[in-house]
C-alpha cells in the first residue's frame, strides 16, 4: 500500500477517545480523592458528560470537589446516590479495599459500573465482583485509561490497520522518581509499584498486542532506605503465544533531575516498528503531549513518520475509559475495557507478585481464587 492510498497521503491514526452520541447519561461518583478532583472531574467537563452527584465517606472531600457547583448534588451515603432516579452510572475511585463492596451494592441496584484500577486487592474479589455483576445484566468497565493515552491508542491503531505486520515485541520503560507518601494508604502496601503502577504497563501492552499473555517472569526490589514496604523498581519479562514477548522496567527512584527522566513505549513486528513517549511522566506533574513515531514495510513512508499527537494520559484519556463504557451501553455490548476483560491484567499482575516470590515463570492459569 502506497500513502497516496490513504486518506489525504498521511497514514490515519484513529488515536482520540471515541464519545457516545448520548452525553446525558447520569454519572454518580464515589470517591472525590486526587484522581476525581484532577482527571475525573476535568475529563467530564472536557467530554461534556452529566455528573449527577458525588459521595464521599469524607463529607468534606465530596463538598470541595463539587466546588460549589449547584448542578452537583454532594450525597450524604451511598444510598442516597443509590436512589436518585438519573444516576445510570456509578464511577468508583477509592482505594482497591472497599471498591468490590460498593461495586456489588451498586451493581444489585442496576446501575452500570466504571470501577477504578485495581480493580480488587485479591483476584478471588475481582472475580467475585465480575461473577456478580453478570448476575445483575449490568455493564460493567474499569478505568485502564491509559489505553486512551495517545500514544498508547496511536500504537494500537499501527497494530490494527496491520502497518506492523505480526507483532512480536513490546516494551515500556520507565525511569523516575515518584513520591508514594502522596498517596498515605499506599506507603504501607507489600504490593506497590507493579499493583498501582505497572499494571498500566501490562494492560496496555497485551491491549497493544492484542495478544493474552502466557507466563510471566518477574523480579522486584526496594531502595535503600525508602520509606515504603513495597517494591519501587521492577522487571516483568512477559511470554506471549509464539515468538511474541514484552518487557516493563520501572525505577522509581531517580535521583537525577528530571531532565534525566524517560518514559518510553516501542512496539516491533515483522513489518514495522512503532514508538514514543509518555509525556505524563515528563515535566512532571503538569506532563506534556505524548509523541509517536512509527515506520512500516508496508508503507511507502521513507522514514520515521511521527504525527503530532493531542492530549494527554492525563486528564484526557479519562474520557475514554468513560465514554467507551457510555458507547457500550448504547450499543448494548461488552465495553472493551470490561472488568470481565481486566480480569485477565489482574491475573498478570498477580503472577508477577508470584514470580518475584516463588522465583520462577509464572503462568496465568495458575492464578485463581
Ligand atoms: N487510573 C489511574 O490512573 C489512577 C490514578 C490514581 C489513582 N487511581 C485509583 O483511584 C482510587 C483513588 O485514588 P486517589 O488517588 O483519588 O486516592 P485519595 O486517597 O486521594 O482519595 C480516596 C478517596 O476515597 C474516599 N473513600 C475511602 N473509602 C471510602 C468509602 N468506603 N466510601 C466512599 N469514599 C471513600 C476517601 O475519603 C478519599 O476522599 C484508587 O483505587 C487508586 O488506585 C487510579
Known amino acids: 500500500m502506497s500513502l497516496g492510498e490513504l486518506d489525504g497521503g498521511q497514514p490515519q491514526l484513529a488515536y482520540k477517545p471515541q464519545l457516545p452520541q448520548n452525553r446525558t447519561m447520569g454519572i454518580g461518583i464515589v470517591g472525590a480523592g486526587e484522581i476525581v478532583v484532577h482527571a475525573h472531574l476535568p475529563a467530564y467537563r472536557m467530554a461534556g458528560f452529566r ?67 485495581p480493580l480488587a486487592e485479591s483476584y478471588g474479589a475481582a472475580k467475585e465482583l465480575v461473577r456478580a455483576c453478570a448476575e445483575c445484566g449490568i455493564k460493567a468497565a474499569v478505568n485502564q485509561q491509559m489505553r486512551w493515552s495517545p500514544g498508547i491508542q496511536a500504537s494500537r491503531s499501527v497494530v490494527k490497520n496491520g502497518w506492523l505486520g505480526e507483532p512480536l515485541q513490546a516494551s515500556i520503560q520507565v525511569n523516575v522518581r515518584t513520591y508514594w507518601e502522596n498517596w498515605p494508604w499506599l506507603t504501607q502496601t507489600p504490593t506497590l509499584e507493579v499493583m498501582y503502577h505497572s499494571i498500566h504497563y501490562l494492560d496496555s501492552i497485551r491491549y497493544v498486542l492484542g495478544l493474552r499473555p502466557e507466563y510471566v517472569y518477574a523480579d522486584g526490589a526496594r531502595f535503600p532506605g525508602q520509606p515504603y514496604r513495597g ?11 509464539g515468538e511474541a514477548r514484552g518487557l516493563v522496567h520501572d525505577n522509581h527512584n531517580n535521583r ?40 512500516s514495510g508496508r508503507l511507502e513512508l521513507g522514514s520515521l513518520y511521527e504525527p503530532k499527537l493531542e492530549g494527554r494520559w492525563f486528564p484526557h484519556a479519562f474520557m475514554g475509559t468513560m465514554g ?30 508470584r514470580s518475584m516470590a516463588e522465583n520462577r515463570a509464572v503462568y496465568l492459569e495458575e492464578v485463581d481464587a
Open 51 to 117: 455528573v449527577i452527584g458525588i459521595y464521599d465517606a469524607n463529607p468534606a472531600k465530596a463538598e470541595a470537589a463539587a466546588g460549589g457547583d449547584p448542578s452537583i448534588t454532594v450525597f450524604p451515603t451511598l444510598e442516597a446516590m443509590l436512589k436518585h432516579p438519573e444516576v445510570q452510572i456509578v464511577d468508583i475511585a477509592v482505594p482497591a479495599k472497599f471498591q468490590p463492596g460498593i461495586a456489588i451494592q451498586a451493581a444489585q441496584s442496576g446501575r452500570h459500573l466504571l470501577c477504578q484500577k
Open 231 to 241: 517494591e519501587t523498581r521492577t522487571m516483568i519479562h512477559i511470554k506471549f503465544p
Open 256 to 295: 537525577m533531575p528530571q531532565d534525566d527522566w524517560y518514559a518510553t513505549f516501542r512496539f516491533e513486528g515483522t513489518e514495522g516498528i512503532v514508538k514514543g513517549t509518555n509525556g505524563a511522566l515528563y515535566n512532571y506533574p503538569e506532563g506534556r503531549e505524548d509523541t509517536v513515531g512509527f515506520y
Open 324 to 353: 467507551e463504557l457510555m458507547r457500550a451501553i448504547e450499543e448494548n455490548r461488552e465495553p472493551e475495557n470490561s472488568a470481565a476483560d481486566n480480569l485477565i491484567t489482574l491475573q498478570t499482575v498477580f503472577a508477577a507478585y
